[in-house]
């Protein structure tokens, strides 16, 4: 059981915008702003592609997009691209008992 | 540019020790807090770890606690995660990562922790 709920899946078509949510509680997303996400392509180091729910590294495309409302941080992708086929992962910080860190269960985006 | 380099990994059998490092450049290692995370093949990232720049306060999940030790040597620029009483549900990639307030923006490529009889 993951501590923030992502959808196991997403798909879209290319050109296409597509989002993915992760919700949490008041004790990790809803409670800081240290939402990030994360995209991993097999067998590659695992890249950040947003911090502090909605910035963007350097060198990330702005095609990228972050946001959150309540318990929920959201990824969104415009203008999808085949490159974008990956797994995706949202983290906050968390007070809750002894972790510090949590994350979502992944979403794995299939462009079509 | 900086870069991070885990090693260690390998076969152990169920109750055995393993100790995993990694390696980093390219930037002030001091600096910087540092976090453990794996992946079960298969399955989604779990935070195992994390370590403040000075190395005096630690931090672990439920799961590894009184089991895995995460140190640091910043001469040495080298964080370690020493894993003992090794269980099969330990069995994963074992990724390093840079702290930078609470997101981790520098990652390191994995290295695979086998616990098999």
């Known amino acids: 059981h993951s501590a923030l709920t992502q959808p196991a899946s997403v798909s879209g078509s290319p050109g296409q915008s597509i989002t993915i949510p992760c919700t949490g509680t008041s004790s990790d997303v809803g409670g800081y702003n240290f939402v990030s996400w994360y995209q991993l392509h097999p067998g590659k180091a695992p890249k950040l592609i947003i911090y502090d729910v909605s910035n963007r590294p350097s060198g990330v495309s702005n095609r990228f997009s972050g946001s959150k409302s309540g318990n929920t941080a959201s990824l969104t992708i415009s203008g999808l691209q085949a490159e974008d086929e990956a797994t995706y992962y949202c983290s906050s910080y968390t007070s809750s008992g002894t972790l510090v860190f949590v994350f979502g269960g992944g979403t794995r985006l299939t462009v079509l | 540019e900086v870069q991070l380099m885990e090693s260690g990994g390998g076969l152990v059998q169920p109750g055995g020790s393993l100790r995993l490092s990694c390696a980093a450049s390219?930037?002030?290692?001091?600096?910087?807090?540092m976090q453990w995370v794996r992946q079960v093949p298969g399955k989604g990232l779990v935070w195992v770890s994390r370590?403040?720049?000075?190395?005096?306060?630690?931090n672990y999940a439920d799961s590894v606690q009184g089991r895995f030790t995460i140190s640091r040597d910043n001469a040495k620029n080298t964080v370690y995660l020493q894993m003992n009483s090794l269980r099969a549900e330990d069995t994963a990639v074992y990724y390093c990562?840079?702290?930078?307030?609470?997101?981790?923006?520098?990652w390191g490529q994995g290295v695979l922790v086998t616990v098999s009889s």
């Open positions: 370590i403040t720049n000075d190395g005096g306060v630690t």
């Open positions: 990562a840079r702290d930078f307030n609470f997101t981790l923006d520098y």
């Open positions: 390219g930037f002030t290692f001091s600096n910087y807090y």
